[in-house]
């Protein structure tokens, strides 16, 4: 039998698990928003909470595709090879008979010029970490606005080293967090932690187009950059990305949301702009370096983003391998016929170029 006492403890224990229960109804929703969309602060540190296309500070087009990094799909095809989500415009393969820009002869015609391979001065380094890094503090020197990186703290490793090129590009993918960090020129202090130019971070399931711009278009730096393993696998499941030196001053498009281009020329290319390799032209018939198939199979399947820009026509953006010196790119890529930094893609019909007349060809 059940005394009085008993009772009494037995209804306090009902209403506490009444409570508890009713707790985590609502709080698993929140719990559900928090681990697929955004990032949590790490070690008790306030974050910035990265919104891809629609969020703070972006100027993407109305109707731009925003991927819902909440998505079974999005995060089965999120991948260190493959980053952002399968609706990502970096991520989506071109359709048949895409709609042609009217500049296309033109614009492919200056792009195809001169063609070159950034493998490792002004190469893309990538570091991944996970939550047994050491999050640290990050400083932005150039005042543009908002830097992304100065809220909270993130995670890069000790032994990170920017590209050795004058931008300097570093980008760190914090799997704990499903988030990028990406700096440009940035130099690391004695006590730890990092000062640099200009930085942002992206949700590694999103778009590729954070809230607070990254590169000269203002994508992620990590979008679209051919990495080793890539290579190494014979396939690049993903558009790639290029700078060109006749990037247009005042026009751009989505992904971009914004240009640094310098040019006003008839044939400039706008940064977004999206070019495809004829996907009927035939690759057997073509002698080809191993890397120029595997690049040339992606430019007729996904084609290719203008996002910075250059120093010459177009430079596609590479990963920086860890065996790079100033001498060799490093073993996987000079086994694959790229045996120099700036590595002319010649054998490729750059003549076969077409630029679309918007990120997906309607």
């Excluded at 057997?284 to 010459?312: F, S």
């Excluded at 790229?338 to 077409?354: E, G, K, N, S, V």
């Amino acid at each position: 039998m059940i005394n009085s006492r008993h009772a009494a403890v037995f209804g306090i224990l009902v209403l506490s698990v009444i409570a508890i229960v009713l707790a985590l109804q609502s709080g698993g929703a929140n719990d559900a928003v928090a681990t697929t969309g955004t990032f949590g602060p790490p070690r008790g540190s306030t974050s910035v909470l990265p919104s891809d296309s629609s969020g703070e500070g972006s100027t993407a087009t109305t109707g731009a595709p925003g991927a819902s990094p909440t998505t079974s799909s999005a995060l089965s095809a999120t991948s260190p090879e493959r980053p952002f989500a399968a609706t990502s415009p970096f991520n989506e393969p071109i359709a048949d008979n895409p709609a042609l820009d009217p500049r296309s002869d033109q614009i492919s015609a200056f792009l195809g010029v001169t063609v070159v391979a950034d493998l490792y001065l002004f190469g893309i380094a990538i570091y991944e970490v996970d939550a047994e890094t050491t999050p640290v503090t990050v400083s932005c020197t150039k005042r543009w606005g908002r830097c992304p990186l100065e809220t909270g703290l993130h995670r890069i490793p000790e032994y990170a080293e920017p590209a050795p090129g004058s931008d300097g590009t570093l980008v760190v993918i914090d799997w704990s967090e499903r988030r990028t960090v990406e700096m440009w020129q940035p130099t690391q202090q004695s006590d730890g932690s990092w000062s640099t130019s200009w930085g942002t971070t992206t949700h590694i399931d999103g778009t590729g187009v954070p809230a607070v711009y990254g590169n000269g278009a203002g994508v992620s730096h990590l979008a679209g950059v051919i990495r080793v393993k890539e290579i190494e696998q014979g396939l690049i499941d993903h558009a790639l990305v290029f700078s060109t030196s006749g990037s247009c001053q005042d026009e751009y498009r989505y992904p971009a949301t914004k240009t640094d281009g310098n040019s006003t020329q008839e044939n400039c290319v706008p940064e977004g702009a999206r070019i495809q390799l004829d996907p009927s032209i035939d690759l057997d018939n073509l002698r080809l370096t191993t890397a120029e198939r595997i690049i040339a199979e992606a430019l007729q399947k996904y084609g290719a983003y203008a996002v910075d820009t250059g120093g010459t026509a177009m430079a596609f953006n590479f990963e920086i391998a860890a065996d790079a010196s100033p001498s060799t790119p490093g073993s996987v890529y000079a086994n694959a016929g790229l045996t120099h930094d700036y590595f002319a893609l010649t054998a490729i019909p750059w003549t076969d170029l077409r630029v679309l007349d918007s990120w997906d060809g309607s």
